[in-house]
T-cell receptor, first 112, second 116 residues
């Protein structure tokens, strides 16, 4: 079983719509969670960290559910520029590690 | 956010040659950097953890003699793909942990390697 699993999508939504998707992780010892955004043929860029209490950054809301071992990302009022692949990233602290496990990404396409 | 650069951004080489990729943290010191590779429509796969002043730690299945990593300073790590083969063609991305904030990883822009 993969450490981090995401629905690959694609999610095709009109401008202004709300889109949400989840990511599950298998290691209950995971301690840090992130959403990264990756545009085609580009490097991932940090979108937001995910905190236990949930957090919001503008139109983006991230939630963490430790009991069910998943995190979610919700995008409100979608813009054309939100079209990208969203990577779920999970970290488990080791003795000298800071390894990240990446999901394969969820593709979102926002259409005019 | 923190800035990480990579050079070159794109390289085409012949089978059997070696290619060196540089990763630099531009505005912070990074004792630890990471090297990933990514195939089309696949997730990033960690290849190795590069530690300044010591040997790199390679992930299972990654040949350390083929992918040479050197982290000679706090701002520079290099990945050398030796005796490259067409199956080594991939997108190679480095990242570094910024000590500012929550220890998030910041990624370089990546290097697209094509071996002919």
């Amino acid at each position: 079983r993969k450490e981090v699993e995401q629905d690959p999508g694609p999610f095709n939504v009109p401008e202004g719509a709300t889109v949400a998707f989840n990511c599950t992780y298998s290691n209950s010892a995971s301690q840090s969670f992130f959403w990264y955004r990756q545009d085609c043929r580009k490097e991932p860029k940090l979108l937001m960290s995910v905190y236990s209490s949930g957090n919001e950054d503008g139109r983006f809301t991230a939630q963490l559910n430790r009991a069910s071992q998943y995190i979610s990302l919700l995008i409100r009022d979608s813009k054309l520029s939100d079209s990208a692949t969203y990577l779920c990233v999970v970290n488990e602290w080791g003795s000298n590690d800071y390894k990240l496990s990446f999901g394969a990404g969820t593709t979102v396409t926002v259409r005019a | 956010g923190a800035v990480v650069s990579q050079h070159p951004s794109r390289v085409i080489c012949k089978s059997g040659t070696s290619v060196k990729i540089e990763c630099r943290s531009l505005d912070f010191q990074a004792t630890t950097m990471f090297w990933y590779r990514q195939f089309p429509k696949k997730s990033l796969m960690l290849m190795a953890t590069s530690n300044e002043g010591s040997k790199a730690t390679y992930e299972q299945g990654v040949e350390k003699d083929k992918f040479l990593i050197n982290h000679a300073s706090l701002t520079l790590s290099t990945l050398t793909v030796t005796s490259a083969h067409p199956e080594d063609s991939s997108f190679y991305i480095c990242s570094a942990i910024s000590p500012i904030g929550g220890y998030e990883q910041y990624f370089g822009p990546g290097t697209r390697l094509t071996v002919t």
